[in-house]
């Protein structure tokens, strides 16, 4: 089963990340996997990754990362800028490789083994063994030091032996699961070598986790460290040359991102922020489909960074997948189970000295929380190597439930959309990139804040009732307010009122953010004709306004309740109010009459350029008399409510008198 990646080139601008946002970076916001920009809109944005992106320096300013080596004045080798040091020497010969935490630090040295001296080809280092056919690779990551046992064909050794040694109060262990963990006095985790596993150099390699530590005192101090390849593997026929074996030494890192496999691989891990540089998504199909064989790939984001009370516009997912194979799109799924850097096909997480949690579903449990697909087709995105950015509102209320705590944040499990579709004997997949390269899965939030206090709406007043149109209107008692966005909640979170729907008062069409002139502290009125079907408002839902301007000026305003009642025409209906309006008549409004405000119970303005008929000059001198104070007499039969026929009063008992309101017309 393959989980890693082809050799096909890709193009520089393919290669490329994601554009950073056309925003100021607010440093003071950053943490060890995120970073946040103010947009010129005022909102925030924030960039999150599973393995660290910052660091924090001897000050305790969080600092930008540094992944790659440099050559040091005295010929040995350095990382970059991070929370710990990475030294490794001229010749393994001489020297350890070393791996520093403040005091803490562990090194290793093979044994028995003369190497040339180190060559940096880019970001990697290289140092040759060419008389026993081993070579070693390493290369700086976030978390830790990338390191690949090179073996160049069938005769360099299947095992080999190093020299562990650490500083005072640390002390490795070898778990159930094959790794080495170096623990401080207080158990702690400082730093660990996760489980080996080998690849041959076939286009689709091979991938075995049949490669083992063996961990035993050295006579002279320290640990001898054997890493033992199975034979019979590397003697397969089919084996292609050369196979790298990795022993990667990491930090521990916040969030996660791994790959699981079926069949062979079923209790194997694939993590990124162990060191493993692909993951994926895949279905090989054969000729009896109890042996397909399927890889799919689980993320998780810290989202910490994140307050609590940010209101998200927007969530985007971004993966780095090489060029798609027979596949019609990959589709993303809420993870139902908090999975640990030990997960697989069969378990989510380790506990106990090497006990397990098994998913309930082998391959994982998802998709309790996102019922409706979040997903990319190659259809319209194309199947060329690069970017694949997931977003939209099922994605974006589903991160927000994460935020406020409603849903778990269990992460994300990505599989093949067409994985179900069982076709012999082909093979669907997608390499995906993991958090070990520089092209890391990301996930960005765009959200807004509340706003400072004294920001509310004063129109539509709490609890108004409509049977149609909602006048909009705020207050804020701060300056630095450029213009307003009104905001309606549906069932996966707030949405804008759409702006064709929505009339200023010259009866003129709006755009968001609306312009507040400058130094006001109140938004002139808007009117939302809410009766639009296509408009999932709930019968009763919530309103809001969203302030944009300077720094510290914008944010939500708290939300009123509203209700869209269809049979409602009392004192609770929003309405259109301003002279020249009363002139021109709303769409949707009946061409001769427009309502007025609550205030005014039921009084309408007529709109002098109506056709006049009979009824209308019955129902204008009606409500002159009202404008006038006069109370008019109630007509003797019931008006006609919203175009429907009106049921005869009973005749049998005496109808009490009610003061007559006029009845708003059905559009």
Request: proline residues 8%; negative net charge.
């Amino acid at each position: 089963m393959d989980i890693a990646h082809s050799e096909d080139p890709v193009s520089e601008s393919v290669l490329s990340k994601p554009a950073v946002p056309k925003g100021e970076e607010l440093s003071s916001r950053r943490t060890e996997t995120s970073t946040t920009y103010r947009l010129p809109d005022g909102r925030l944005q924030t960039y999150l990754f599973e393995a660290p992106v910052n660091y924090k320096d001897a000050e305790g300013n969080w600092m930008s990362i540094d992944e790659g080596l440099e050559e040091a004045p005295d010929g040995s080798l350095t990382n970059g800028d991070n929370s710990f040091d990475v030294r490794l020497p001229k010749s393994l010969d001489n020297g350890a490789v070393r791996l520093s935490i403040g005091d803490a630090w562990v090194s290793q040295k093979p044994l028995g083994m003369e190497t040339d001296a180190a060559e940096l080809e880019g970001e990697t280092a290289l140092y040759e063994s060419g008389a026993d056919g081993v070579s070693f690779e390493f290369s700086g990551l976030a978390n830790g030091l990338k390191e690949d046992i090179v073996l160049a064909d069938a005769s360099a050794p299947t095992t080999l032996q190093f020299l562990l040694e650490a500083s005072e109060g640390l002390t490795p262990e070898l778990t159930e699961e094959g790794a080495i963990e170096f623990r401080n006095a207080d158990g702690k985790i400082v730093t660990q070598l996760p489980a080996p596993v080998m690849s041959d150099s076939a286009k689709s390699p091979s991938v075995s986790s049949d490669v083992h530590y063996d961990l035993q005192p050295a006579p002279g101090g320290g640990w001898q460290l054997k890493v033992e390849a199975n034979p019979g593997w590397l003697a397969d026929p089919n084996r292609v040359w050369p196979v790298r074996i990795d022993p990667t030494v990491t930090v521990p890192a916040p969030a996660l991102d791994c790959a699981i496999a079926n069949g062979t691989y079923s209790e194997t891990s694939f993590c990124g922020t162990s060191g493993w540089p692909y993951l994926g998504v895949k279905a090989a199909y054969k000729s009896s489909p109890s042996a397909d064989e399927f890889v799919r790939t689980l993320l998780r984001f810290n989202l910490s960074s994140v307050p609590a009370n940010a209101s998200l516009s927007s969530a985007t997912l971004g993966i780095w997948g090489e060029e798609a194979h027979s596949t019609s799109g990959i589709r993303i799924f809420d993870a139902n189970q908090t999975f640990d850097g030990t997960v697989n096909w069969k378990n989510y997480d380790t506990y106990n000295s090497g006990k397990h949690h098994a998913w309930t579903s082998p391959g994982g449990d998802y998709g309790k929380y996102s019922p409706k697909e979040i997903a990319i087709n190659t259809s319209e995105r194309g199947n060329y190597a690069g970017w694949w950015e997931f977003n939209g509102p099922s994605l974006t209320w589903l991160v927000q439930r994460w935020l406020s705590g409603t849903v778990p944040n269990q992460g994300v499990l990505l599989k093949l959309k067409d994985e179900p579709q069982h076709e012999c004997c082909i093979s669907r997949e997608v390499a995906i990139r993991s958090s070990a390269t520089s092209n890391k899965p990301y996930l960005t939030v765009t959200y807004t804040q509340p706003a400072p206090a004294g920001s509310k709406v004063t129109s539509p007043s709490e609890g108004t009732v409509s049977a149609k149109r909602f006048k909009l209107a705020a207050a804020w008692n701060h300056s630095g307010v450029t213009g307003i966005t009104w905001q309606y909640r549906t069932t996966e979170g707030w949405a804008n009122v759409p702006e064709s729907k929505v009339l200023d008062k010259n009866g003129q069409s709006v755009k968001w953010p609306y312009a507040v002139e400058g130094g006001e502290q109140h938004s002139e009125p808007l009117y939302w004709d809410a009766s639009d079907p296509s408009i999932s408002i709930p019968v009763k839902g919530q309103v809001r306004a969203v302030l944009v301007g300077v720094t510290n000026a914008g944010g939500y305003t708290p939300p009123v309740e509203v209700q869209l009642d269809p049979d409602t025409g009392g004192p609770k209906t929003e309405s259109l109010q301003s002279a020249q309006a009363a002139s021109t008549c709303l769409p949707g409004t009946s061409p001769s009459r427009i309502p007025m405000s609550p205030s005014r119970d039921s009084i309408w303005v007529w709109n002098s350029a109506a056709p006049t008929t009979p009824a209308t000059r019955k129902l204008k001198k009606k409500a002159s008399s009202v404008r006038a104070g006069s109370r008019p007499r109630p007509s003797k039969k019931p008006a006609a409510r919203h175009g429907r026929t009106s049921a005869k009063l009973p005749t049998a008992k005496k109808v009490k008198k009610k003061k007559p309101t006029a009845t708003p017309m059905r559009s």
